[in-house]
């Protein structure tokens, strides 16, 4: 996405596709010669700056010292496990109000999705799923993974999401090795399904640039899809969907305007009749990345059933976008800010990342610029 990366907290996440595995088009896909001062530098931190919530809402440190930690799972006896991606490991986090970390493994190719199912820790890299036995309380691995799938390696999108449906199969979501091509490798942008042993592959949705976040509300899934570059600071919007078997959400000739899939301008001729809209949308660039529906009652009952996303902020915007969590009602697919404060002067303190919903209500938010986790709580905790 961008040449001449000045600045390591993107760098990790960033490979330059495979000519050879797509055809491209080559129209308004110039970069520019360098990213954004708001991105020229990244300083990990951990202390929270002065954030903006809603009356009662409170944010504190629950851990920090990571290299770039993005995704998160809940264990079975009430853990949590972290993926820190540029560093190659996993940590498992301990206690309520602040997270005791220990290395559960490392040497991992970009680890980014995390799954609990069946005694096993899944662990979605950047080109296969492993698993790890696993027992409540384990704190490391007891001994090497097993390789499940064999996913799509490198390419623009390298990072890999996973979640286990109500139906007991896995969902592993691939980002597209471009822009805006049309790939040859149908694992790319798209979600495909497996056997919690990884057997029985099926595509299962497909038009995703690079669906991060993947989460289910009763029996469907629903994603946050980063749209395409290069097209100004204000198109595409960043698009959410609500998945079925076999649908197509629109990359890379269509993506969504006013409720409608409309052509992307590179693909003019194409044929959008057959492409899903998206249900809720946010400011171009913005890079959605994690969706959790909030169902714990620590929160007030209207946040009940909403999802909570996790925007990353604009990496292409001459001024940044983003940055911020947003709250998204599926029924009507209005978004509103939930938390804010990231931004300080057009330059990035904090880019959230990963979202998790813990027993007792309180939600958890990893920070891939900061290196830490925070925990949000209302009222008295």
């Given at each position: ?44 931190s951990s202390t929270l700056p002065p954030l903006r919530l809603p009356a009662g809402f409170r944010a504190s440190v629950y851990a920090s010292g990571f290299a770039q930690p993005r995704l998160m799972a809940l264990a079975p006896g009430g853990d949590v496990a972290l993926s820190d991606m540029k560093a190659g490991r996993v940590y498992i986090l301990r206690g309520s109000a602040a997270g005791i970390k220990s290395l559960y493994a490392s040497g991992l190719n970009l680890p980014h999705g ?268």
């Amino acid at each position: 996405m961008l040449t001449a990366l000045a600045f390591s907290g993107l760098a990790a996440l960033m490979i330059f596709p495979v000519q050879a595995q797509t055809t491209q088009t080559q129209t308004s896909q110039t970069p520019a010669s360098l990213p954004p001062a708001s991105l020229r530098a990244r300083v990990p931190s951990s202390t929270l700056p002065p954030l903006r919530l809603p009356a009662g809402f409170r944010a504190s440190v629950y851990a920090s010292g990571f290299a770039q930690p993005r995704l998160m799972a809940l264990a079975p006896g009430g853990d949590v496990a972290l993926s820190d991606m540029k560093a190659g490991r996993v940590y498992i986090l301990r206690g309520s109000a602040a997270g005791i970390k220990s290395l559960y493994a490392s040497g991992l190719n970009l680890p980014h999705g995390l799954a609990f199912h069946g005694g096993f820790l899944y662990v979605a890299t950047s080109d296969a799923v492993l698993r790890y036995p696993y027992r409540s309380g384990d704190t490391s691995a007891s001994g090497s993974p097993q390789k499940v799938v064999a996913l799509a390696g490198g390419g623009e999108h390298v990072s890999r999401t996973l979640v286990f449906g109500p139906d007991g199969r896995m969902y592993v979501s691939t980002g597209s090795s471009c822009n805006a091509c049309r790939e040859k490798d149908p694992r790319r942008a798209a979600v495909w399904s497996y056997t919690a042993d990884g057997k029985d592959g099926r595509l299962y949705a497909s038009g995703l640039r690079n669906a991060v976040g993947l989460a289910w509300r009763g029996g469907a899934l629903y994603v946050s899809s980063n749209g395409r570059d290069y097209l100004g600071d204000t198109t595409p919007r960043e698009q959410f969907f609500k998945l079925k078997q076999g649908g197509f959400y629109g990359w890379p000739t269509c993506f969504t305007v006013s409720g409608q899939q409309k052509n992307d301008p590179d693909y003019k001729g194409a044929d959008c009749r057959r492409a899903t809209a998206a249900f809720a949308t946010v400011h171009a660039h913005s890079a959605p990345m994690d969706l959790a529906l909030y169902t714990g009652r620590m929160f007030p009952p209207s946040y009940q059933g909403k999802f909570v996303a996790a925007l990353h902020g604009s990496s292409m915007n001459a001024m940044p976008v983003g940055d911020k969590l947003v709250l998204i009602d599926p029924a009507t697919g209005a978004v509103s800010d939930f938390m804010t404060g990231l931004l300080h002067k057009d330059t990035y303190t904090n880019r959230p990342v990963g979202l998790l919903v813990l027993p007792d209500g309180s939600l958890l938010v990893s920070d891939d610029w900061a290196g830490m986790v925070y925990r949000i709580v209302y009222g008295e905790d």
